[in-house]
C-alpha cells in the first residue's frame, strides 16, 4: 500500500481544513487508515483512526469535536476534516494504516504540512 496525504496549508485559527488520504492498492476490511501528526521539537502523536469495514472512529482527546475521520471507499480515501483549528495544531500529518487491529502501523505517508496562525 502506498499512502499520499495532501491538504495542508496555512490558516488562521478558528479556520478550517480537509486533509486527504489517498492510497493506492488495496485497503481491506480489516485494516484501519489513522492520522498522526508530529510538531517541531515532538513525538509523533496520534489523531485519529478509522476502521475501513465498519467505519468506527477513534479520536485523541485534544481533537475531539472538532476533527473527523471519514472514508471514501470508491476513492480508496480517508478525509481529515479539521474545524475550529488551534496554533498546536500546528504539525506535519501523516496518514498511515495498520493491517492489525493492534499494533504498530505498517505504511506510511510522506506528510503534510499544517500551519495555524494565532
Known amino acids: 500500500v502506498q499512502l499520499q496525504a495532501c491538504g495542508g496549508g496555512l490558516v488562521q485559527a478558528g479556520g478550517s481544513l480537509r486533509l486527504s488520504c489517498i492510497a493506492s492498492g488495496s485497503i481491506y476490511s480489516s485494516n484501519y487508515v489513522g492520522w498522526f501528526r508530529q510538531a517541531p521539537g515532538k513525538e509523533r502523536e496520534f489523531v485519529a483512526s478509522?476502521?475501513?469495514?465498519?467505519?468506527?472512529?477513534s479520536y485523541a482527546d485534544s481533537v475531539k469535536g472538532r476533527f473527523r475521520i471519514s472514508r471514501d471507499a470508491a476513492k480508496n480515501t480517508v478525509y481529515l476534516q479539521m474545524n475550529n483549528l488551534k496554533p498546536e495544531d500546528t504539525a506535519i500529518y501523516y496518514c498511515?494504516?495498520?493491517?492489525?487491529?493492534?499494533?504498530?502501523?505498517?505504511?506510511w505517508g510522506q506528510g503534510t504540512l499544517v500551519t495555524v496562525s494565532s
Open positions: 478509522i476502521r475501513w469495514r465498519e467505519g468506527v472512529q
Open positions: 498511515g494504516v495498520r493491517l492489525l487491529s493492534v499494533g504498530a502501523y505498517d505504511y
